[in-house]
């Protein structure tokens, strides 16, 4: 792996060995490594946990604030990260309103860990929700998961139907017709009803409005009635179904207030696993950089 943009700089193997290392406790440490997290749009789970897998590798960690630097003397993106790898570091964590901003940086040095592109893709957030699921399941093979809700908007969706398709899950889509992926090849689009009854996985997506051009198309309850994971649909899922969502969560419109921490809720457990799939997708980077100073997980 000399990148991470999205989950096709991966091959199967490398995603495999991801999912396993997370797996794992015992991660690199010892040698000096640094890393720079440019958030460009705002961040809790992504940004912290990437901190806290940093920290957790004896990482020096750069925070960088847009506000406070170079850019906002008209410095472009592309020679602020060639500052960066000039002061030595190791590889770069950014997040950016712009669809595909990584394709401006092709002349950098420095692996980059794509953490959110505009509506393009997401690949930490899918290899955490990648390890949640085989953490459950065991396998991919034949899981049917449903993507519930903004999938037009969102980042996370684009990802995760890419990679479930590929490794053999099911995936099928609820939500407003207005709000449904362009192009849903090998996937079927759902009533909430139907999606309910016939998921392993409701990966549930917020409402993306910072996307919608200021546009409102529903009020909170009438989303929640039509389109949203009430209590009442929960009662209709399969035993062994889970709860799935990226967060932040919109309670009561996405997802009924009580669901989100119910017995069927992996959304903290996400999170939790959000720590240990970064710690080894910047221990495999910061091992493809040099494996002289990097120990080998054991
Ligand atoms: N899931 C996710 O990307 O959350 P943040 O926007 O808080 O990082």
């Given at each position: 792996?000399?990148?991470?943009?999205?989950?096709?700089?991966?091959?199967?193997?490398?995603?495999?060995?991801?999912?396993?290392?997370?797996?794992?406790?015992?991660?690199?440490?010892?040698?000096?490594?640094?890393?720079?997290?440019?958030?460009?749009?705002?961040?809790?789970?992504?940004?912290?946990?990437?901190?806290?897998?940093?920290?957790?590798?004896?990482?020096?960690?750069?925070?960088?604030?847009?506000?406070?630097?170079?850019?906002?003397?008209?410095?472009?993106?592309?020679?602020?990260?060639?500052?960066?790898?000039?002061?030595?570091?190791?590889?770069?964590?950014?997040?950016?309103?712009?669809?595909?901003?990584?394709?401006?940086?092709?002349?950098?040095?420095?692996?980059?860990?794509n953490a959110g592109d505009g509506a393009g893709n997401h690949p930490t957030q899918s290899l955490l929700d990648l390890y949640t699921m085989k953490e459950e399941f065991?396998?991919?093979?034949?899981?049917?998961?449903?993507?519930?809700?903004?999938?037009?908007?969102?980042?996370?969706?684009?990802?995760?139907?890419?990679?479930?398709?590929?490794?053999?899950?099911?995936?099928?889509?609820?939500?407003?017709?207005?709000?449904?992926?362009?192009?849903?090849?090998?996937?079927?689009?759902?009533?909430?009803?139907?999606?309910?009854?016939?998921?392993?996985?409701?990966?549930?997506?917020?409402?993306?409005t910072e996307r919608h051009d200021g546009r409102v198309a529903y009020t909170p309850e009438t989303y929640h009635r039509r389109w949203g994971l009430t209590e009442a649909?929960?009662?209709?899922?399969?035993?062994?179904?889970?709860?799935?969502?990226?967060?932040?969560?919109?309670?009561?419109?996405?997802?009924?207030?009580?669901?989100?921490?119910?017995?069927?809720?992996?959304?903290?457990?996400?999170?939790?696993?959000?720590?240990?799939?970064?710690?080894?997708?910047?221990?495999?980077?910061?091992?493809?950089?040099?494996?002289?100073?990097?120990?080998?997980?054991?």
């Amino acid at each position: 792996m000399k990148q991470l943009r999205t989950l096709e700089d991966l091959s199967m193997t490398e995603l495999e060995d991801i999912l396993e290392a997370a797996g794992q406790t015992s991660f690199a440490g010892g040698a000096f490594h640094a890393a720079a997290n440019l958030f460009f749009e705002p961040s809790t789970r992504t940004k912290y946990s990437f901190e806290m897998a940093e920290a957790k590798l004896g990482m020096h960690r750069f925070d960088f604030s847009a506000e406070a630097s170079s850019i906002e003397k008209g410095e472009s993106l592309y020679d602020t990260l060639k500052t960066f790898e000039a002061i030595g570091v190791d590889l770069f964590v950014i997040r950016h309103p712009r669809a595909r901003f990584y394709e401006e940086l092709e002349g950098l040095q420095v692996p980059v860990i794509n953490a959110g592109d505009g509506a393009g893709n997401h690949p930490t957030q899918s290899l955490l929700d990648l390890y949640t699921m085989k953490e459950e399941f065991g396998s991919f093979r034949g899981l049917h998961v449903v993507i519930c809700g903004d999938t037009a908007h969102s980042r996370v969706a684009n990802t995760n139907a890419w990679i479930l398709k590929r490794l053999g899950a099911r995936v099928s889509y609820a939500g407003p017709d207005a709000w449904m992926p362009q192009e849903v090849s090998g996937g079927r689009v759902l009533s909430m009803d139907e999606a309910v009854e016939q998921a392993d996985v409701m990966m549930m997506l917020r409402i993306q409005t910072e996307r919608h051009d200021g546009r409102v198309a529903y009020t909170p309850e009438t989303y929640h009635r039509r389109w949203g994971l009430t209590e009442a649909r929960e009662q209709r899922m399969q035993p062994h179904a889970v709860i799935m969502h990226p967060a932040p969560v919109n309670r009561g419109v996405e997802i009924a207030d009580s669901l989100v921490e119910c017995r069927r809720s992996r959304i903290f457990k996400q999170m939790e696993n959000g720590v240990k799939v970064r710690q080894a997708v910047l221990h495999f980077l910061l091992q493809s950089k040099g494996a002289d100073r990097v120990e080998t997980i054991s």
